[in-house]
């Protein structure tokens, strides 16, 4: 009799202890549940469309001898004059190598002359200094490790200039000897140089516009005529209609500031995008500069599926690539909002929004959705969102939740 009193005893306790557990768990469960929130953030996001452009362009040929060692005078992508020394010729390694030597001087002549102090800079003026000193050098890592190896070569000359005026402060610096001296030593390299007109043959400019040493065999196939009364089986039949560059060509000049991008694409990937809009337009190839061009053509044939997209731009982006064919990523679309877990959309009588925690309180918003992904949505914002009770910016929007409702007060 006691022995049972005692097992109805303990039975009694574990089952207490289980009611108790239980009870904890969902109580535990169901707080923690109510109570997830994240805070709306803005995003942006772009619809894109990748594919490939082929530039049409008004190019002229830049002629130079078939013989001799060629040196430009300019740089890729350069805008330059008519009658502009754009490339020189020289009989000879050596006699091109004398030029080089003059050019390093020049360079070497105008950073100390740019470094010397004449607008009365004192010892306080270190700081600065030393401060664009750390900044050029930040950039030419960053434009380094990105791989945007012009704008840091660009960095060298100011860094230069800026650690020279630095020593002149710090301490004693003659620079007005060196560049004398340097001087002197140009013009010597000079006068052997002259001393043999024929070592030496200046290439000019018949035309202004961009030089670039690249050429393909397309500058008379891509060109600004022919889209008038282009098709699609003509741009396909272009695209394989590459000629020989003469042996004698240097480079071209591109003489237009009007360029027309060709982009096939399908029938389908083409049915949201409208001719007279402006889209932008990405190009890998010129780390990613973005070209804004109009859409004044879509190319459209019943027997096949392809059509060709045909953009014209005015705006040539600093350091762009001047390769005829290059990927492309067309941004159709752009799309800026508040972004919310899908999870944490609701309808409540008819409308469309969600549930924020307000305080202590449960609110609802609305919402308006502008832009989907698979995992979450975009909806609108504007000024008046607080006071049109729609979800505004950081408001706590509750992902999670139970038996929730206008005005709910949470403890």
């Known amino acids: 009799m006691n022995i049972t009193r005692f097992l109805k005893g303990v039975f009694g306790v574990i089952l207490s202890i289980f009611i108790i557990i239980y009870l904890f768990v969902q109580f535990s469960t169901t707080f923690s549940y109510e109570f997830v929130t994240e805070h709306a953030g803005i995003n942006t996001?772009?619809?894109?469309?990748?594919?490939?452009?082929?530039?049409?362009?008004?190019?002229?040929?830049?002629?130079?001898?078939?013989?001799?060692?060629?040196?430009?005078?300019?740089?890729?992508?350069?805008?330059?004059?008519?009658?502009?020394?754009?490339?020189?010729?020289?009989?000879?390694?050596?006699?091109?190598?004398?030029?080089?030597?003059?050019?390093?001087?020049?360079?070497?002549?105008?950073?100390?002359?740019?470094?010397?102090?004449?607008?009365?800079?004192?010892?306080?003026?270190?700081?600065?200094?030393?401060?664009?000193?750390?900044?050029?050098?930040?950039?030419?890592?960053?434009?380094?490790?990105?791989?945007?190896?012009?704008?840091?070569?660009?960095?060298?000359?100011?860094l230069l200039t800026t650690m020279n005026k630095r020593m002149l402060i710090t301490k004693e610096t003659d620079f007005e000897a060196k560049i004398n001296a340097l001087k002197a030593q140009k013009d010597s390299l000079a006068a052997g140089l002259a001393a043999n007109p024929s070592a030496k043959t200046s290439i000019?400019?018949?035309?202004?516009?961009?030089?670039?040493?690249?050429?393909?065999?397309?500058?008379?196939?891509?060109t600004p005529d022919i889209i008038d009364k282009l098709t699609v089986d003509g741009f396909l039949a272009l695209t394989k209609s590459k000629k020989d560059v003469p042996q004698n060509v240097a480079g071209k000049i591109v003489t237009d500031y009007e360029w027309y991008i060709l982009c096939p694409v399908t029938k389908r990937e083409a049915s949201d995008m409208e001719t007279g809009i402006s889209y932008g337009i990405l190009f890998p190839y010129s780390d990613d500069a973005e070209v804004k061009a109009n859409l004044v053509k879509k190319l459209i044939q019943t027997n096949?599926?392809?059509?060709?997209?045909?953009?014209?731009?005015?705006?040539?982006?600093?350091?762009?690539?001047?390769?005829?064919?290059?990927?492309?990523?067309?941004?159709?679309?752009?799309?800026?909002?508040?972004?919310?877990?899908?999870?944490?959309?609701?309808?409540?009588?008819?409308?469309?929004?969600?549930?924020?925690?307000?305080?202590?309180?449960?609110?609802?918003?609305?919402?308006?959705?502008?832009?989907?992904?698979?995992?979450?949505?975009?909806?609108?914002?504007?000024?008046?969102?607080?006071?049109?009770?729609?979800?505004?910016?950081?408001?706590?929007?509750?992902?999670?939740?139970?038996?929730?409702?206008?005005?709910?007060?949470?403890?």
């Open 45 to 158: 996001v772009q619809k894109t469309l990748d594919t490939v452009g082929y530039f049409a362009r008004s190019e002229v040929y830049v002629n130079a001898p078939s013989q001799g060692v060629l040196y430009y005078d300019v740089n890729e992508g350069e805008r330059v004059g008519k009658d502009q020394t754009v490339v020189e010729v020289y009989s000879s390694n050596d006699a091109m190598n004398l030029q080089k030597q003059i050019r390093e001087l020049d360079n070497k002549i105008s950073i100390l002359e740019e470094s010397l102090i004449t607008n009365g800079y004192v010892t306080t003026d270190i700081t600065k200094i030393d401060t664009k000193i750390t900044d050029l050098i930040t950039e030419i890592n960053r434009s380094a490790t990105s791989d945007k190896l012009e704008k840091a070569i660009s960095c060298e000359k100011p």
């Open 204 to 222: 000019k400019t018949e035309n202004s516009g961009f030089f670039t040493a690249i050429t393909d065999g397309y500058e008379t196939v891509f």
């Open 304 to 411: 096949t599926d392809t059509v060709v997209l045909v953009f014209k731009s005015e705006y040539v982006p600093a350091g762009f690539s001047y390769e005829r064919m290059q990927q492309a990523r067309i941004i159709k679309s752009t799309y800026t909002g508040l972004q919310i877990p899908k999870n944490a959309l609701r309808l409540v009588d008819g409308k469309q929004g969600v549930y924020i925690l307000s305080g202590n309180t449960v609110m609802f918003r609305s919402t308006k959705i502008i832009y989907e992904t698979d995992n979450y949505y975009l909806v609108e914002m504007t000024e008046n969102n607080a006071l049109n009770n729609e979800l505004s910016l950081y408001d706590s929007v509750i992902v999670k939740g139970k038996d929730l409702f206008e005005g709910k007060v949470v403890d």
